[in-house]
């Protein structure tokens, strides 16, 4: 009896003290939480200039979801405005609820005006910061806003309790309609005009006229631990960020933590988050710093080459009125746009955290082994017209294994699972190039692409591993490459040609990074494994919209699985109809 007792009391010493991480974990069964996203127009001024954006709810950047890992989200989305609206939760894994996962033509048809659906889907085995955004054309460049995932309740997390958590979104600024833009592009077969601003959490910064009234400010306390929520929802541009004067400490990359490494500035693409940490020094009250992100630059194409500042403020109590005019603003040291080398010492850096409470589950063994080359090309001009591609008489394109995806105009997860694929897509995507070439050597002359929409399809828990070569086609250039559905391991990277010889005997199969986006680098090529555990169809592509928009996506079908938790539950009902 007595050692009852002190089991007993042993016990609940540890369930409150949550020493015992097991047991208050077994005890979170998640909440429901509630978010309603309404798409209407907003008129919203930046450097002067006003114009009427999609937004949810009104707000630009749209609002941010705070949930749990473990928690179940109702999202209903309804649209007020013209355009037709899909949203995508960008790296959440979507467990046997893919009707959920957005991509538009992919897993639903768009909510069409007037109409409305409720994505229904829960957070499993993810924690840190991912985020949302439309999946329809390039309404993404005004609808987007973080997904903030907090652990567990009780469970820490692995690296110092931060005092203050504050998400940092990137986006891009267009004085233009952004649907104009690409639409134009797409029928003259030219590259699109470019972002007039980048932003901070909507905000361009002091470095472009008219818009000094719209910068970022980060106040801060000295001496204190601030957990950055770094989000890169640009359109078509990777980023480098730094703060002047401060050392930042990446704890987390695509909402998997990674081992810990102190750094001045990150490189971050389209697609990418991160967490970081931010130590604030013991400044006077006062002291600011410039907060800086500009474009890391490969390929051919005109960018937007300007740079967006925020502020990071010490806090103070007075009004600093003149004090503040005298302080010097320090500018941090951003690497030269097309520094290469930077970005590769900084990927070679990110590894799996990879202990006991989070291991990292590389697939040890490959059952099936895929190589796609990724890239532009072009298409003829339609009727003998001129076009504005890279010659007069061809358009702009892009590709996997020389395949430029065509968009279906049903949705290929319901044709899919009613069986009425057919003459909706093809299941021949080739799983290596059908021409063999001196991939990042001199470009071939023949530089057109096939159209289709083919797909590659692959039984429940398939171990993948999967090859993505850059090419020099229209020379060569960095693509991050999203996945839909899973996380992936980089297991390895490197410039030229893969060797599949020499290569994989480099793999690490012991810590590699796990994420949902991964960079090609630019005239090399990177390796990823993946387990595909989770049935429907999951979109891949560059996450620079541009190349999506030019074809360089494919989707994956994965089988449902032989017991009834290995298969994809049939479609809710309100899923919206083409
Ligand atoms: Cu963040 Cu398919 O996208």
């Given at each position: 009896m007595a050692t009852l007792r002190l089991f007993v009391a042993i016990f609940s010493i540890a369930a409150f003290s949550g020493f015992s991480n097991n047991i208050v974990e077994a005890a979170y069964n998640g909440i429901t939480r509630h978010y309603k996203f309404d798409i209407k127009m907003q008129n919203v001024t930046r450097l002067c200039h006003t114009k009427s954006i999609v937004t949810v709810n009104g707000e630009f950047p749209g609002p941010r979801i705070v949930a749990r890992e473990g928690d179940r989200l109702l999202i209903k989305v309804v649209n007020h405005v013209q355009n037709n609206i899909s949203i995508h939760w960008h790296g959440i894994r979507q467990l046997r609820s893919g009707w959920a996962d957005g991509p538009a033509y992919i897993t639903q048809c768009p909510i069409q005006t007037g109409q409305s659906y409720v994505y229904n889907f829960t957070i499993v085995g993810q924690r840190g910061t991912l985020w949302w955004h439309a999946h329809?054309?390039?309404?993404r460049s005004t609808l987007y806003g973080p997904i903030i995932i907090l652990p567990k309740p009780e469970i820490p997390y692995p690296f110092p309790h931060p005092y203050k958590e504050v998400p940092m979104v990137f986006g891009e600024w267009w004085n233009a309609d952004t649907e104009a833009v690409i639409n134009q592009a797409l029928q003259t077969g030219g590259g699109p005009n470019v972002s007039d601003a980048y932003t901070i959490n909507g905000l361009p910064g002091p470095l472009y006229n008219c818009s000094a009234k719209d910068t970022f400010k980060l106040k801060v306390k000295p001496g204190k631990t601030y957990l950055l929520r770094i989000v890169n929802a640009a359109l078509n541009d990777e980023l480098f960020f730094s703060i002047a004067n401060h050392t930042l400490t990446v704890v987390d990359v695509d909402a998997v933590y990674v081992k810990p490494f102190e750094t001045d500035i990150i490189i971050i693409t389209p697609g990418q988050t991160s967490n970081v940490l931010l130590k604030t020094k013991p400044?006077?009250?006062?002291a600011r710093f410039l907060m800086m992100a500009r474009p890391y630059v490969t390929g051919n194409g005109t960018f937007d080459n300007s740079t967006v500042a925020g502020i990071l403020e010490y806090h103070h109590h007075t009004t600093p009125s003149t004090s503040t005019k005298k302080l010097p603003l320090l500018k941090p040291n951003l690497p030269a746009l097309r520094d290469t080398s930077f970005v590769t010492n900084y990927t070679n850096?990110?590894?799996?955290?990879?202990?006991?409470?989070?291991?990292?589950?590389?697939?040890?063994?490959?059952d099936r082994h895929f190589f796609f080359t990724v890239g532009l090309g072009t298409n003829p001009c339609p009727r003998n017209q001129t076009c504005?591609?890279?010659?007069?008489k061809t358009m702009f394109s892009a590709a996997i294994n020389n395949v430029s995806f065509v968009m279906p105009t049903k949705a290929l997860l319901q044709t899919h699972f009613l069986h009425q694929s057919n003459g909706v897509y093809t299941t021949n995507f080739p799983t290596s190039p059908q021409n063999q070439f001196n991939?990042?050597?001199?470009?071939?002359n023949n530089t057109n692409v096939m159209n289709g929409t083919k797909v590659v399809v692959i039984p429940y828990n398939t171990s993948v591993e999967l090859v993505m070569q850059d090419t020099s086609i229209l020379g060569t250039e960095s693509h991050p490459l999203h996945l839909h559905g899973f996380n992936f391991f980089v297991v390895g990277q490197g410039f030229g040609n893969f060797n599949p010889i020499n290569d994989p005997a480099k793999f690490n199969l012991v810590d590699p990074v796990e994420r949902n986006t991964v960079g090609v680098p630019d005239g090399g090529w990177v390796a990823i494994r993946f387990l595909a555990d989770n049935p429907g169809v999951w979109f891949m592509h560059c996450h620079l919209e541009v190349h999506t928009s030019w074809g360089l996506k494919m989707a994956w079908v994965v089988l449902d699985g032989?017991?009834?938790?290995?298969k994809l539950p049939p479609a809710p009902t309100d899923l919206p109809k083409c």
């Open positions: 329809i054309s390039w309404l400044y006077y009250p006062g850096k990110l590894r799996s955290l990879n202990n006991a409470k989070f291991p990292a589950n590389v697939p040890k063994n490959v504005q591609g890279p010659t007069n991939y990042t050597g001199t470009p071939p032989q017991l009834p938790n290995q």
